[in-house]
């Protein structure tokens, strides 16, 4: 992140809470390769914990299936997305990053949290026990 805001200045708050949360999404799928790459761990008793089914590193298939889909969500939702969800802002904060009211905000949210429920309605909590 500070590399990139060496070679790139945003121009406001906006934009910089787009480029902190684009390297946020680009470091855990980083994070996810070089897990990937790794030697597989020690394997648990049956019974003392949930395990991924389909992965043998930190980021899960699915993990990364969210991750696409929050970067597939078009770019109001995404921001909102990001703000509120990742970043923490609340609604009325959110707003005022992005120059418009909280119930914008609240829309776009809501559309998006629709949106992934709808991408990734196939995803199931698993019964581990």
């Not at 020690?42 to 590193?57: K, M, Q, R």
């Not at 418009?100 to 698993?126: F, H, I, K, W, Y």
Request: hydrophobic share 35%; proline share 5%.
């Amino acid at each position: 992140m500070f590399k990139a805001l060496r070679e790139v200045r945003p121009r406001n708050v906006r934009d910089f809470f787009g480029l902190a949360s684009q390297h946020m999404r680009w470091e855990l799928n980083e994070m996810a390769r070089r897990l990937d790459s790794q030697p597989d761990g020690v394997e648990l008793c049956d019974g003392c914990a949930c395990a991924p089914t389909s992965s043998d590193s930190g980021l899960t298939p699915n993990a990364r299936r969210m991750l696409d889909a929050i970067g597939n969500l078009p770019d109001d939702e995404r921001e909102a997305f990001d703000l509120v969800r990742i970043q923490g802002l609340s609604q009325a904060e959110a707003g005022q990053v992005l120059g418009v009211s909280a119930a914008t905000v609240n829309r776009r949210l809501n559309r998006g949290l629709q949106s992934l429920a709808e991408a990734l309605s196939d995803l199931r909590p698993d019964d581990c026990g």
